[in-house]
T-cell receptor
Framework: QKEVEQNSGPLSVPEGAIASLNCTYS??????FFWYRQYSGKSPELIMS????GDKEDGRFTAQLNKASQYVSLLIRDSQPSDSATYLC????????????FGAGTRLAVHP | NAGVTQTPKFQVLKTGQSMTLQCAQD?????MYWYRQDPGMGLRLIYY???????DKGEVPNGYNVSRLNKREFSLRLESAAPSQTSVYFC????????????FGSGTQLSVL
């Protein structure tokens, strides 16, 4: 069983819609959760981090965390074609920040 | 300010050849990492260095060695390359004081024939 699971997609949404990306994790000791965006052929970049249950908003992005269900999600409002990328979920393990566990990523395609 | 610089960007090796991937950061970060990324597998940690002078194994260390040459540089060596090591390799660094953000280099596309 993978430690961090994501639907590989592609998730296709029309421009202006809300894109919802989901991630589940298996290690109950995980404390910190991250979303990285990776454009094709480029390196990942951090877009959101969340540590407590509930929602965290940053511009058009909202991260949601439910530790009881071991579930973290990323919502992108007013999706733009420039949001088309692969979104990687990452969680800390017992090794802390030095041993982040990444999911395989969900490919998002926003079409005009 | 270049951030994290990796070389080379592309490399083709024959099975059994050796090579070293170079990584340098100019952000005075303590921690540095080497990941590999394969289709459908996400990023997997090969080795990391929490501080100058220390290195530790990650999820997939077999077939690799690392050297933390100084605070800036962290190299990854393949002693005898195998086709299973065909992948995209990313170097990353992280700051101190509980900083969580990883800064990634631009990646190395390695093919082992």
């Amino acid at each position: 069983q993978k430690e961090v699971e994501q639907n590989s997609g592609p998730l296709s949404v029309p421009e202006g819609a809300i894109a919802s990306l989901n991630c589940t994790y298996s290690d109950r000791v995980s404390q910190s959760f991250f979303w990285y965006r990776q454009y094709s052929g480029k390196s990942p970049e951090l877009i959101m981090s969340i540590y407590s249950n509930g929602d965290k908003e940053d511009g058009r992005f909202t991260a949601q965390l439910n530790k009881a269900s071991q579930y973290v999600s990323l919502l992108i409002r007013d999706s733009q074609p420039s949001d088309s990328a692969t979104y990687l979920c990452a969680v800390t393990s017992s090794g802390g920040y030095n041993k982040l566990i990444f999911g395989a990523g969900t490919r998002l395609a926003v079409h005009p | 300010n270049a951030g994290v610089t990796q070389t080379p960007k592309f490399q083709v090796l024959k099975t059994g050849q050796s090579m070293t991937l170079q990584c340098a950061q100019d952000m005075n970060h303590n921690s540095m990492y080497w990941y590999r990324q394969d289709p459908g597998m996400g990023l997997r940690l090969i080795y990391y260095s929490a501080s100058e002078g220390t290195t530790d194994k990650g999820e997939v260390p077999n077939g690799y060695n690392v050297s933390r040459l100084n605070k800036r540089e962290f190299s990854l060596r393949l002693e005898s390359a195998a086709p299973s090591q065909t992948s995209v390799y990313f170097c990353a660094s992280r700051g101190t004081g509980g900083a969580e953000k990883l800064f990634f280099g631009s990646g190395t596309q390695l093919s082992v024939l």
